[in-house]
């Protein structure tokens, strides 16, 4: 089935471990995503990539990273330094420049830092 | 940066009842505007979107949305709320220079009352 797939679903941390968050889609979208959703501040962008090799920062950068290597791949690692890591995270993708919009999600990582 | 305004965190509404959710941005020439739905510990589901062309938009679950330029608005409305209504609904714009970055409002949760 086409889709994205979004693991570990559910993911537990101790404060100053880094975890790295897996997102694979196999719907050939150019354009990939990372989103925080925290309770009442709807979703907030961390990174995003509009083709392979390239990403950019979104509004919430500070304390996690990506990387790009592949065009079915986009992880993000949140490191140590993010002050308040737990949080439920969200991968997206989209068809790319030419496309008229519309964002594709997986199901969501939740991340509890104990 | 745009910014979407979702008036209302909570809405509450009987089931047959009319369902109506608001949403105003920032930009007096939004590209495009949408509507997502997500339900508890899921991904976001696209309900509806405007790119050009009629400004009644006509979406899935017998949802619609009216864009208004005048308001800077995209409420979304639904004539008779069913129970499997209830889940929390986010309004989104894309950029105005970057068609494939996205600005969500803080979501509004719909309770629907039997």
């Known amino acids: 089935d086409g889709g994205i797939t979004q693991s570990p679903k559910y993911l537990f941390r101790k404060e100053g471990q880094n975890v790295t968050l897996s997102c694979e889609q196999n719907l050939n979208h150019d354009a990939m995503y990372w989103y925080r959703q925290d309770p009442g501040q709807g979703l907030r962008l961390i990174y995003y990539s509009q083709i392979v090799n390239d990403f950019q920062k979104g509004d919430i950068a500070e304390g996690y990273s990506v990387s790009r290597e592949k065009k079915e791949s986009f992880p993000l690692t949140v490191t140590s330094a993010q002050k308040n890591p737990t949080a439920f995270y969200l991968c997206a993708t989209a068809w790319g420049l030419a496309d008229t919009g519309e964002l594709f999600f997986g199901e969501g990582s939740r991340l509890t830092v104990l | 940066a745009q910014s979407v305004t979702q008036l209302g965190s909570h809405v509450s509404v009987s089931e047959g009842a009319l369902v109506l959710l608001r949403c105003n941005y920032s930009s007096s020439v939004p590209p495009y505007l949408f509507w997502y739905v997500q339900y508890p510990n899921q991904g976001l589901q696209l309900l509806l979107k405007y790119t050009t062309g009629a400004t009644l938009v006509k979406g899935i679950n017998g949802f619609e949305a009216e864009f208004k330029k005048s308001e800077t608005s995209f409420h979304l409305t639904k004539p008779s709320a069913h129970m499997s209504d209830a889940a929390e609904y986010f309004c989104?714009?894309?950029?105005?220079?970057?068609?494939?970055?996205?600005?969500f409002g803080s979501g509004t949760k719909l309770n629907v009352k039997p």
């Open positions: 989104a714009v894309s950029d105005l220079y970057n068609f494939n970055k996205f600005y």
